[in-house]
């Protein structure tokens, strides 16, 4: 069945404005990302991106209008990492997530939805940081990391199912 594409008339589909919570206004956003993993001798190696919080983490961005999941997945993986040429591996599932902006609706309370997506990428692709932007977030660095050590180089707690299932994905892989 082919991925339903988001038909609302607003700009992006992470634009509502909401509900109270504790008094406060909360915005609901909707962002798509990937792990992108590369086969090499060494063997597979993950592309992580450092964030403005100085974190390590993975790629990913509000899905635009009428764009898929993971079209928008696609989209962000190319404009953080440059890469685009990408092969499609599977869903690794989403993360609800709570926080308090610091960007855009400065001090606004924000409700995210992030869907995860596996993605593999040629053995010899590399990778390319965007321009840094005059504002908003910010991607200090990329780079490739060694399967086995995603887990630790991520600080993000609420990731670490999205990296638990690929790795157990590309464990099985590298075993066939």
Known sequence: MPEPIHSSTR???SSRKGKRRGGRKVRTEVSAGGLVFRKTKRGVQI????????HW???KGHVRRLETLRQAAEREIGEELG?????YAGALGTIDIWFKDRFVWKGMMIHKFIH??????SKDQKLVPPAHAEEGERILAVTWVPLEKVSRWSTYRDLQPMIEKAVAILGRAQHL
């Open 11 to 13: 700009r992006s589909i």
């Open 47 to 54: 592309a992580m991106l450092r964030d403005a919080f100085g």
């Open 57 to 59: 983490t993975f790629p």
């Open 83 to 87: 890469v685009t040429t990408l092969v």
């Open 116 to 121: 995860y997506f596996l993605f593999e990428a």
